[in-house]
T-cell receptor
């Protein structure tokens, strides 16, 4: 079945350093979504990518969807303590309308 | 509309008891999802509805789990004969169906934390 893998599982950075998490699917995706979950909270939708090679930016966050629509990345420039949390990618494939979630990357930022 | 509401926030129950959770989605959203999440894991898909129709249910779920969305608005998730392994956060989310059947981003509720003792 469809699987979505995320690396790394954990990342510790100093405030001001950059951070990247990668998402890889075993199958070609129709779309990919990214979510952020703060400790003790629930996932919050960040963005959706649909087109091959698509790049979207939200302030310090840059999201990319691979040309083959099987991988994606989230890059945070100059991390801040407010970026702490777990970042999940989730994608759907073909006619399957439910999202398959990665296990997430937990980001810790040292002030 | 204040978002997705879930009730109760916390539930402690004895093994073998039945529990029911409620989810009120964003009123304009036609899709509703139930997920389960344990510590350190991503959300695990349980089931989803488009309007009142239950379109998919995880094969991982036993027959002890059932969900309804009788009028295409709120939904309930019932777990019968609870087991300690059912302890988790149960998350409800809603979304709008977009072009080609792809959903727009999900809006999650705060979840119901179930503890089976």
């Amino acid at each position: 079945g469809q699987q979505v893998m995320q690396i790394p599982q954990y990342q510790h950075v100093q405030e001001g350093e950059d951070f990247t998490t990668y998402c890889n699917s075993s199958t070609t995706l129709s779309n990919i979504q990214w979510y952020k979950q703060r400790p003790g909270g629930h996932p919050v939708f960040l963005i959706q990518l649909v087109k091959s090679g698509e790049v979207k930016k939200q302030k310090r966050l840059t999201f990319q969807f691979g040309e083959a629509k099987k991988n994606s990345s989230l890059h945070i420039t100059a991390t801040q303590t407010t970026d702490v949390g777990t970042y999940f990618c989730a994608g759907s494939a073909g006619n399957n309308r439910k999202l398959i979630w990665g296990l997430g990357t937990s980001l810790a930022v040292n002030p | 509309d204040t978002g997705v509401s879930q009730d109760p926030r916390h539930k402690i129950t004895k093994r073998g008891q039945n529990v029911t959770f409620r989810c009120d989605p964003i009123s304009e959203h036609n899709r509703l999802y139930w997920y389960r999440q344990t510590l350190g894991q991503g959300p695990e898909f349980l089931t989803y509805f488009q309007n009142e129709a239950q379109l998919e249910k995880s094969r991982l779920l036993s027959d002890r789990f059932s969900a309804e969305r009788p009028k295409g608005s709120f939904s309930t998730l019932e777990i019968q004969r609870t087991e300690q392994g059912d302890s988790a956060m149960y998350l409800c989310a809603s979304s709008l169906a977009g072009g080609g059947g792809i959903s727009h981003g999900y809006t999650f509720g705060s979840g119901t934390r179930l503890t089976v003792v």
